[in-house]
């Protein structure tokens, strides 16, 4: 395995391991530009719909400097009880929403699937053939 031979934006030699029949590492050969840009696509729709995942990572951090908070004697316990609550619809709030997109999503894939079949009724009498 060789490394990669090209420069980096900050003038420093890329750290990436040359792809075989190439002396560029996969981020630099430009042959693999249309994967990358496919991959950077695929990427960026994940990270849409992957939002509450981060949201409920902030709840989670949020929980658990409250308990630090309330044990370390910094945060009185009726304070604490009240913040967690609040912290808590907080958190079902995300819960639901991300619930209620999956169930649209859901709904939207079926009324495609229900609309291709009616637009091509012909497995409804069996073996394919359409009936005069
Ligand atoms: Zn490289």
Do not use: W
Request: charged share 30%.
């Amino acid at each position: 395995m060789s490394p990669c031979c090209a420069v980096r934006a900050d003038g420093g030699r890329c750290r990436g391991v040359a792809i075989d029949g190439s002396d560029l590492c996969y981020q630099h050969d430009p042959a693999h530009e249309h994967d990358r840009r496919r991959a950077a696509r695929k990427g960026g729709k994940r990270g849409g719909r992957g939002r509450p995942t981060a949201e409920l990572a902030r709840l989670k951090d949020r929980f658990e400097t409250l308990a630090y908070g309330v044990l370390s004697g910094k945060i009185g316990r009726a304070d604490g009880a009240v913040a967690g609550q609040l912290l808590n619809g907080a958190r079902a709030c995300v819960r639901d929403g991300l619930a209620a997109k999956e169930q649209e999503e859901l709904v939207a894939r079926l009324e495609a699937l229900e609309a291709g079949l009616e637009q091509h009724p012909q497995g409804r009498n069996g073996g394919g053939y359409v009936s005069f």
